[in-house]
């Protein structure tokens, strides 16, 4: 039983509560709204912080992942270099711009203030690489993954998009009430 159910049987059943005889039904019924608002607000805010939890593990996580990726970059650039598609100029500046990109994004999700532009950028980086997912696809004989894990990635790209998007971009209840924008 979930522990606002609980909460509403104990309130109603504990043995200090009382109820006046003469207003029995207005009372309970009093009572019984009030215990049912409380526990309904104290539900609210259990779920909005589970969704703040949630919310900082996994931009917590988006950091390690997208400043641990960025670092490759510059330590296994030939890894990066392998699947850039050969009709895209400046492999070796992209390769590098592309990891600043990600070291830049991902510890641009600290910071409250840059939050919301580093998951956009990460996002718009995201985007900007998925020709070489896609060129991965198109040529899996140069590449040592079993063809069905190369296709697996093309829909992981939007997996990684909503997971920035939820993590950096996507604003709170209370935010929006407070900015007063709608999303």
Partial sequence: MPW????????????GFKVPASKSCVCLKRQMDFGFNLIICARKSALASDVKLMRTILRWLAVIFFVVAGTFHFLKPEMYLQIMPPYFPAPQLLVVISGIAEI????????RPLRRAAGWGLIALLLAVFPANIYMVQHPGQFHFAPWLLWARLPLQAVFIAWVWFAAIQRSQRERNISGTPH
Avoid: C, M, N, Q
Avoid at 4 to 15: A, Y
Avoid at 104 to 109: H, P
């Fill in 4 to 15: 606002g159910v609980t909460l509403l049987r104990i309130k109603v059943e504990s043995p």
């Fill in 104 to 111: 830049a994004g991902g510890f641009g999700l600290l910071i």
